[in-house]
């Protein structure tokens, strides 16, 4: 069964650096979500990409993080710096962005920094 | 806003109890209604999802969830959990359409034996 894949599992870095993640969405999955999940809480929306295009960033603290989806087909997702209330779990999403639309979730990014 | 309100945060039941997971949305139009189950370790999974129809939605594993549009809620059901079902549950609602889920902040269930 096709997944989503996230790299890497596991970010532990120190403030004020920068890091990255990447997703790589099922094969054909035109629409492509960043969340990320705070300890405790539910997963909360970063970005949404229609094939390359952003479809909303409202959630995205620009000064210091930055996605893309330069081909339409894998994404990354950069913060820099990196600040202490980035440790979260990062969650990337894909759907086909056909009816029913559903969404399946890779295993996340953990990112702890210090 | 839309808004999804879980009202529990940590649940314990013991094997066999039953199980109701609350939830409540806040959406002004027609709304599309989800429970995902994240176990220990593991992706977000869909337990169930609810578009129109029925409003009692059956689910994998024994789940189950009534969508009751006067009360906007959407609450999860098992008439009898096992240990296996220790997990963080989270329900989610969105727009009609290819729009991003909103969640709630998720009830975690330990299940003992």
């Known amino acids: 069964e096709a997944e989503v894949a996230q790299s890497p599992r596991y970010k532990i870095t120190e403030k004020s650096q920068a890091v990255a993640f990447w997703c790589d969405p099922i094969?054909?999955?035109?629409?492509l979500y960043w969340y990320r999940q705070i300890l405790g809480q539910g997963p909360e929306l970063l970005v949404q990409f229609q094939d390359e295009s952003v479809v909303d960033d409202s959630q995205l603290p620009k000064d210091r993080f930055s996605a893309e989806r330069l081909k339409g087909v894998d994404s990354t997702l950069k913060i820099q710096p990196a600040e202490l209330g980035d440790s979260a779990m990062y969650l990337c999403?894909?759907?086909?962005?056909?009816?029913?639309?559903?969404?399946?979730f890779g295993p996340g990014t953990r990112l702890t920094v210090t | 806003a839309q808004s999804v309100s879980q009202h529990n945060h940590h649940v314990i039941l013991s094997e066999a109890a039953s199980l109701e997971l609350g939830c409540n949305y806040s959406y002004g139009g027609t709304v599309n209604l989800f429970w995902y189950v994240q176990y220990p370790g593991q992706h977000l999974q869909l337990l169930l999802k609810y578009f129109s129809g029925d409003p009692l939605v059956k689910g994998i594993k024994g789940f189950e969830a009534e969508f009751i549009k006067s009360k906007f809620s959407f609450n999860l059901r098992k008439p009898s959990v096992q240990w296996s079902d220790t997990a963080e549950y989270f329900c989610a609602a969105r727009d009609l359409g290819n729009t991003p889920l909103v969640f709630g902040k998720g009830t975690r269930l330990s299940v003992i034996a």
């Open positions: 094969s054909g999955h035109a629409t």
């Open positions: 999403a894909s759907s086909s962005g056909s009816p029913p639309y559903e969404q399946y």
